[in-house]
């Protein structure tokens, strides 16, 4: 479970769910009152929570990032895709405890009003998004604690002659850039 491939599938995974979690119900909110032209509203995550969309892009763009990311660049990516799962985590949480806080735009739009509705319920939305913040999470966490130990092939034959041959088995993604680099990845293998 400590390689760059599981890492980036975690965030891939947690990134998507929080993108599909704002496209959910987060609340329904019912007895609106008199002056409401509807009686329940269904208020969808991106309604209740612009945080969550936003945490959701950049954990997306920190995992692709990560495919080719070196080592510096993982360490900034990981405290990257932290802080965004905290972040989204924090919102969805908020809106879990405090449903009426979450709707209440929505609320004030359908009734004109500032006044909250009769009753509140919550929807699959946010715990979709807290379950992907706390897989993004984990994303990050694999990166931080063993990503030192991820070869970077790439790095040593660019930048170093001197270079000591790592006997360690090169990941998915350097096979697939030895391949756009025109190596044969089973050229070792052979000899």
């Known amino acids: 479970m400590s390689n760059r491939r599981n890492a980036v599938l975690l965030a891939l995974a947690g990134a998507a769910l929080m993108l599909i979690s704002v496209t959910m119900t987060w609340v329904t909110a019912e007895q609106l009152g008199e002056t409401a ?14 945080i969550v969309t936003a945490m959701g892009l950049v954990a997306l763009a920190g995992a692709l990032t990560l495919t080719i990311a070196r080592r510096a660049g993982r360490w900034i990516i990981a405290l990257l895709l932290s802080a965004a799962a905290a972040a ?26 500032t006044t909250t509705a009769g ?16 897989l993004v999470l984990l994303g990050a966490l694999l990166v931080l604690l063993f ?45």
Request: charged share 25%; aromatic share 6%; hydrophobic share 35%.
């Open 37 to 50: 032209s509807v009686q329940s509203i269904e208020v969808p995550g991106s309604q209740a929570s612009d």
């Open 88 to 113: 989204a985590l924090f919102d969805t949480l908020h809106a879990v405890a405090d449903p009426a806080s979450a709707a209440a735009v929505a609320v004030g739009e359908a009734t004109g009003l």
């Open 119 to 134: 009753s509140y319920e919550l929807g699959a939305g946010p715990w979709l998004g807290v379950a992907g913040a706390v």
């Open 147 to 191: 990503s030192h130990r991820w070869t970077d092939k790439r790095s040593s034959k660019k930048y170093s002659r001197t270079a000591s041959v790592d006997d360690a088995e090169p990941d998915e993604f350097d096979l697939w850039d030895g391949l756009s680099q025109g190596e044969d990845p089973t050229e070792e293998r052979q000899q």
